[in-house]
């Protein structure tokens, strides 16, 4: 028996979800994206942040669903010194990604360091 279709409706209503805090909607969010891009049940990491220009990066809100220790403490580490280009090649250009697969990556002092890639990430 094949899978159960993804709730896509689901997906873009909670993008219009009203009344909720910042909180409670990235959490619906999430929950609602998971099953689309956790398909092993390994992790989800969700955020909100400021960003008005590449050098301007402020996360206000992070959320992370079954994200081992190690992990959380690389994405905490790698949020704090992004580059410029990272930054404006991720979150001011996509919605959806591996931030190992935009540009400036590999600039972030801990990622360039070996400690992300030494602790699982």
Known sequence: MPPPAPDLIGVVESFYARGLSQEEWLRLVAEKVRPLIDRHGQAVIGGLCSCP???SFAPSHALLCDVPEPIQAVFFEVIKSPSPVHVSDSFLSR???LSSDARGYDDIPYVRSGMSQANGV
């Open 95 to 97: 919605t959806c990604y």
């Open 53 to 55: 220009d590449p050098c």
